[in-house]
């Protein structure tokens, strides 16, 4: 089974509609991340959580909120979603800063908006 | 804010031929850099992970360096492969806690 995981993977919507995307991981990691792919211009944080009750805006937050439900659940929502938000996004998890520590990666939901 | 370069943007070599590919960055108080593997479509795979203390690492036909004082790090690719063919995506840890991405290097290694 994947240590992270993201649905849906794929997910085509109209303007105007609330989208959730969700993201699960199993490897015991405290630090969440959300980001989204544009091409040409990388990934970009748009929230992060260190914990259940420490929630922090990325460099793109407007237009998106989070909700981190429990230590392995970290949600992304879209509450009016529009056509520049089509893009990959991504969930990844961090280990507390000490050690080798190392990002890891969900598959992806790629999001149309229409 | 820290900035992450990658140069080239895209590259394309035959098979077998050693490459290199750069990233450079404008803050050099980072955490750690991590080299990562991106197929078309899919998600990022970790490749290696270089702490600020260290100067390199290396995994099987790759080395990562790292020159912090100067804001470089470059991957160097051994006896490249068809399916060495992907982006290679550079990312640097914040002592302030966020990861900035370079926009990637798409390698293409011809048979």
């Known amino acids: 089974d994947a240590d992270v995981t993201q649905t849906p993977r794929n997910r085509i919507t109209k303007t105007g509609k609330r989208i959730m995307l969700e993201c699960s991981q199993t490897?015991?990691?405290?630090?969440m991340y959300w980001y989204r792919q544009d091409p040409g211009l990388g990934l970009r944080l748009i929230y992060y959580?260190?914990?259940?009750?420490?929630?922090n805006k990325g460099e793109i937050s407007d237009g998106y909120s989070v909700s981190r439900q429990a230590q392995a659940k970290f949600s992304l929502s879209l509450e009016s979603a529009i056509p520049n938000q089509t893009a990959l996004y991504f969930c990844?998890?961090?280990?507390?800063?000490?050690?080798?520590?190392?990002?890891?990666f969900g598959p992806g939901t790629r999001l149309t908006v229409l | 804010k820290q900035e992450v370069t990658q140069i080239p943007a895209a590259l394309s070599v035959p098979e077998g031929e050693n490459l290199v590919l750069n990233c450079s960055f404008t803050?050099?108080?980072?955490?750690?850099l991590q080299w990562f593997r991106q197929d078309p479509g899919k998600g990022l795979t970790s490749l290696l992970l270089?702490?600020?203390?260290?100067r390199e690492q290396t995994s099987g036909r790759l080395n990562a360096s790292l020159d912090k004082s100067s804001g470089r790090s470059t991957l160097y690719i051994a006896a490249s492969q068809p399916g060495d063919s992907a982006t290679y995506l550079c990312?640097?840890?914040?002592?302030?806690?966020?990861?900035?991405f370079g926009t990637g290097t798409s390698l293409t290694v011809i048979p």
């Open positions: 990844a998890t961090f280990p507390a800063r000490s050690g080798y520590n190392e990002q890891f």
């Open positions: 990312a640097v840890l914040n002592t302030g806690n966020q990861f900035y």
């Open positions: 270089i702490q600020s203390s260290q």
């Open positions: 959580s260190f914990d259940v009750k420490d929630i």
């Open positions: 803050d050099s108080a980072i955490y750690n």
């Open positions: 490897k015991g990691h405290d630090r």
